[in-house]
């Protein structure tokens, strides 16, 4: 059964994490790196998931599935825009798959852009949901999953959990029909994106906490965006990201950020640059860098 995750898609991104100590809200701020036991513990709980899953399809039972959708149209062609310059197979919307995907990632891995181009291919790809009807998961390339294991105590676990409990006799009463778990998939797909926008948010104001004691220190970043203002760098040595304002490259009018003859910014997305601290608020979460 587990040569079935081996098409999951493998971005290995590391994870962000703050520790707070107890005098003078000192934070740190690092890069959890992924262990051997985390991967081992992750395939058993997908692998938990998929089986009720299939348990409860096989039997017609109706629950609520976690359903990852395919890229769309405009997350295709920017993805083939971002890879370009790699000289890598054009992905076509009638074969993209994780496996397909987990390819490229293989060719660019250890090149200077690979962790910025994980990272830009994450936020390409659309959120997995909570959904009433069954559907496959883009990302685990399975035709049915669910969550069931419940490490963080997610009400979709405890609906598995009796949906399970029904499957199997153990549950007595009856189960609630589609029309009511979609109105749950409603509230806890929004209950989901809320909890994820305060933890960006209370990460954002440790960040900036944290930069604040950064002064005078110039740091190697690289550039994860650019908006009509703002240039968007994340640094190398800290998980940490911050905006430099577009005047601030069109002042020094250096050769390299410009097209030749124009004042008009090149694609700036996966450069490294040197940048230093100008202001960090801990009280919104905003962080400026100057060049």
Not at 92 to 116: C, F, R, V
Not at 237 to 247: A, C, D, M, S, T
Request: charged fraction near 25%.
């Amino acid at each position: 059964r587990s040569v079935l995750l081996n098409g999951r898609l493998l971005l290995n991104l590391s994870e962000k994490k703050i520790d707070i100590g107890n005098k003078n809200f000192e934070v740190k701020i690092f890069e959890k790196k992924q262990l051997k036991s985390n991967e081992l513990i992750e395939l058993l709980m997908i692998l938990a998931n998929t089986s009720v899953a299939e348990l409860l399809r096989a039997k017609s039972i109706n629950f609520i599935s976690r359903v990852h959708p395919y890229p769309n149209d405009l997350a295709i062609t920017e993805l083939n825009t971002l890879l370009q310059p790699f000289n890598s197979k054009r992905i076509k919307k009638e074969t993209i798959s994780s496996k397909e995907i987990n390819k490229i990632l293989l060719a660019i891995e250890g090149s200077d852009k690979s962790n910025y181009l994980k990272q830009k291919l994450l936020s390409l790809l659309p959120k997995a949901v909570y959904f009433e009807k069954k559907d496959k998961h883009f990302g685990l390339n399975l035709k049915s999953y669910c969550h069931f294991t419940s490490p963080i105590r997610r009400y979709a676990d405890l609906t598995v959990h009796r949906a399970l409990g029904f499957a199997l006799g153990w549950e007595k009463n009856s189960y609630p029909l589609n029309e009511t778990l979609q109105l749950i998939c409603e509230i806890i797909n929004m209950t989901e994106r809320q909890s994820v926008l305060a933890e960006r948010d209370s990460a954002d104001r440790f960040s900036a906490l944290f930069m604040s004691n950064q002064k005078s220190i110039i740091h190697e970043a690289n550039i994860i965006g650019a908006s009509r203002f703002y240039v968007f760098v994340r640094l190398k040595l800290f998980p940490i990201e911050g905006v430099i304002p577009r005047n601030e490259f069109l002042k020094r009018k250096l050769k390299k950020w410009f097209k030749p003859g124009t004042n008009i910014l090149n694609d700036l997305e996966g450069h490294s640059i040197k940048v230093k601290l100008d202001a960090a608020s801990p009280h919104n979460g905003t962080i400026y860098f100057s060049l």
